[in-house]
T-cell receptor
């Protein structure tokens, strides 16, 4: 158990809908990262937050957004869902400042299926 | 562009065999992690090894940062070692994001 929690474990929804994925980092970790794992793209970085502020953005679609709350949990919002958004979404966390290469620990993931 | 390449892509072993997985990266890194993704999809941290050598039970890893590669050794493999092994790096001077290789899919048969 990495100490990173994600809910829900599974999510099945229809095209055009909106969903919210939730992540709680390890106790003491200030940075939260979101990654997407799809069959065709592999594991890709989406976005990073550090202590409530966005710090880095990767290949995140405009239909997707995230935020980190004062209690450090984070939410990833996916809207206008398409079939191609079906994937495993991971949250990771690390301790320390956003500029340092600390080890990242991954949650169990949320498997999203868009039908 | 920036690349992380893993080899071999697939590996089939008999229980008890040893194996070496390789990760090559195209630029200098300040973070390198090895993960095991089990059949349930969980990503399990194996090593945080931007340089040097580490050992944990039957697994060990070596990163030679100056030559831009890392090796993961699995000895006396067990069926529970099956899954996909990922190497992920953070390139020096880049954002604190991990760039993953495509993985090595390992199947260990009894």
């Amino acid at each position: 158990d990495s100490g990173v929690t994600q809910t829900p474990k599974h999510l099945i929804t229809a095209t055009g809908q909106r969903v919210t994925l939730r992540c709680s980092p390890r106790s003491g970790d200030l940075s939260v990262y979101w990654y997407q794992q799809s069959l065709d793209q592999g594991l890709q970085f989406l976005i990073q937050y550090y202590n409530g502020e966005e710090r880095a953005k990767g290949n995140i679609l405009e239909r997707f957004s995230a935020q980190q709350f004062p209690d450090l949990h984070s939410e990833l919002n996916l809207s206008s869902l398409e079939l191609g958004d079906s994937a495993l979404y991971f949250c990771a966390s690390s301790v320390g400042t956003s500029g340092e290469p600390y080890e990242q620990y991954f949650g169990p993931g949320t498997r999203l299926t868009v039908t | 562009g920036i690349q992380v390449e893993q080899s071999p892509p697939d590996l089939i072993l008999q229980e008890g065999a040893n194996s070496t997985l390789r990760c090559n990266f195209s630029d200098s890194v300040n973070n390198l992690q090895w993960f095991h993704q089990n059949p349930w999809g969980q990503l399990i941290n194996l090593f945080y090894i931007p340089s040097g050598t580490k050992q944990n039970g039957r697994l060990s890893a070596t990163t030679v940062a100056t030559e831009r590669y890392s090796l993961l050794y699995i000895s006396s493999s067990q069926t529970t070692d099956s899954g996909v092994y990922f190497c992920a790096v953070r390139f020096s001077g880049g954002y604190n994001k991990l760039i993953f290789g495509a993985g090595t899919r390992l199947a260990v048969h009894p």
